[in-house]
């Protein structure tokens, strides 16, 4: 079973700080996703990666930033965190075959930012 | 750009009654479609997914989904539901061409006894 690790399940942080979140799969996918989940508005896709140092904008990026340094891990960073980006955080990841695998999910970490 | 719309935010629906969740979709390239389900504090996982070939696809708890194309829809179902379907149901699109996923807003399914 692929497992999609995410490294906090709860993080308060203080406007301003800088923040990262941490997710790592072990199933050797090519693709890994950040998105964040808000009530009413479904998963919005923040920024995507397909491969070693390589990323992608989604459709909501302002205010963040990600690091794919090692295949099996994927990093958001809030370089400035606010309390607009107080929200539900999911980490997917699939393999590099053009479209038509399913993502499988993190459990998520909420984060709230006051 | 591919977008997904689900029109119905919440779904009240009795218990074994029939339910129809619905998600059109909007792209300018070939898709693939697919339901995901997140039950009451849990992650999201798989419920059923369209590649190609037969317009119904079935998942192994009784939901059905049948892909549309001409009216760009890809509705979930199921005949009898049951107090366990509680959850909130998305509707995702990947293009057969890149790796993006986007999802619709989710329908929330609350069975009543």
């Known amino acids: 079973d692929v497992k999609v690790t995410q490294s906090s399940r709860y993080l308060v942080k203080r406007t301003g700080e800088k923040v990262f979140l941490e997710c790592v799969q072990d199933?050797?996918?090519?693709?890994m996703f950040w998105y964040r989940q808000d009530p009413g508005l479904g998963l919005r896709l923040i920024y995507f990666?397909?491969?070693?140092?390589?990323?992608e904008k989604g459709d909501i990026p302002e205010g963040y930033s990600v690091s794919r340094e090692k295949k099996e891990r994927f990093s958001l960073i809030l370089e400035s965190a606010s309390t607009n980006q107080t929200s539900m955080y999911l980490c997917?990841?699939?393999?590099?075959?053009?479209?038509?695998?399913?993502?499988?999910f993190g459990n998520g970490t909420r984060l709230t930012v006051t | 750009a591919q977008s997904v719309t689900q029109l119905d935010s919440q779904v009240p629906v009795f218990e074994e009654a029939p339910v129809e969740l619905r998600c059109n979709y909007s792209?300018?390239?070939?898709?693939?479609l697919f339901w995901y389900v997140q039950y009451p504090n849990q992650g999201l996982q798989l419920l059923l997914k369209?590649?190609?070939?037969?317009?119904l696809v079935e998942s192994i708890n009784g939901f059905e989904a049948e892909f549309n194309k001409s009216q760009t829809s890809f509705h979930l179902r199921k005949p009898s539901v049951h107090i366990s379907d509680t959850a909130e149901y998305f509707c995702?699109?990947?293009?057969?061409?890149?790796?993006?996923?986007?999802f619709g807003p989710g329908t929330s399914l609350s069975v009543i006894p």
């Open positions: 990666s397909y491969d070693v140092k390589m990323k």
């Open positions: 995702a699109v990947s293009a057969a061409s890149y790796d993006k996923v986007i």
């Open positions: 369209y590649l190609s070939g037969s317009t």
């Open positions: 997917a990841s699939r393999p590099g075959d053009r479209g038509n695998s399913p993502l499988h």
């Open positions: 792209s300018s390239v070939s898709v693939y």
């Open positions: 199933m050797d996918h090519e693709n």
